[in-house]
């Protein structure tokens, strides 16, 4: 099971980012995904939940509006689409695995290795 | 929104030592709490799934308790390899929320 995250990069106040996830060694449309990231200094920050099937998604308060989770099963890729960016948003962005597949969600337990967002004039 | 206390925010500890870090929901989650473990540079990994529940290839040292509002992930028996972050996540509802964390450092 690998999760390989792409897109990070230094991006001024305001502007997008597109972040990806390259999935492999599981069924990837079976199981639900996450992002996630750590701010330099600070802790972990759930930020966005995509089902299996991509029809329930949920978002932190923190990017509500700004961000769009989504996913290409045929691809076994995951999308994090960032707008209007922050400083506040600068962070590792992890990409990570629900626990189980199907309906329902358990957290995570495979992550990736993260891809740093710089926000940043 | 679920806020997760988690407690204390550093300690630091001998090889051979037993410590407790605690996790407080601010309303009942059922044992929908998962705990990882975070070295630096390195991506998280589960250690304890629903409170209690071991994941495989940890060892044994380590235990998840709990249910409801307060949980606590104990290791038994400190390794220098121990030495990272803590988090507490607790996954009952959205958003999911993670506690504040805990730096372990071995002594």
């Known amino acids: 099971v690998q999760l390989v995250e792409s897109g990070g990069g230094v991006v001024q106040p305001g502007r997008s980012l597109r972040l990806s996830c390259a999935a492999s060694?599981?069924?990837?449309?079976?199981?639900?995904m996450h992002w996630v990231r750590r701010a330099p200094g600070k802790g972990l920050e759930w930020v966005a939940f995509?089902?299996?099937?991509?029809?329930?998604?949920y978002y932190a308060g923190s990017v509500k509006g700004r961000f769009t989770i989504s996913r290409d099963n045929s691809k076994n890729t995951l999308y994090l689409q960032m707008n209007s960016l922050r400083a506040e948003d600068t962070a590792v962005y992890y990409c990570?695995?629900?626990?189980?597949?199907?309906?329902?969600?358990?957290?995570?337990?495979?992550w990736g290795q993260g891809t740093t967002v710089t926000v940043s004039s | 929104e679920t806020t997760l206390t988690q407690s204390p925010a550093f300690m630091s500890a001998a090889p051979g030592d037993k410590v407790i870090i605690s996790c407080t929901a601010s309303?009942?989650?059922?044992?929908?709490v998962n705990w990882y473990r975070q070295k630096p540079g390195e991506a998280p990994i589960l250690i304890i799934e629903?409170?209690?529940t071991l994941v495989a290839g940890i060892p044994p040292r380590f235990s998840g308790s709990g249910f409801g509002t307060d949980f606590s992930l104990t290791i038994d028996n400190i390794e220098s390899e121990d030495a990272a972050y803590y988090f507490c996540?607790?996954?009952?509802?959205?958003?999911?929320?993670f506690g504040q964390g805990t730096k372990l450092e071995i002594k």
């Open positions: 990570a695995k629900d626990l189980y597949r199907g309906d329902g969600y358990y957290g995570m337990d495979v």
């Open positions: 060694g599981f069924n990837f449309n079976t199981y639900a």
């Open positions: 995509i089902s299996f099937h991509g029809q329930d998604i």
């Open positions: 309303q009942d989650i059922d044992n929908d």
């Open positions: 629903e409170a209690t």
């Open positions: 996540l607790q996954h009952d509802n959205f958003p999911f929320t």
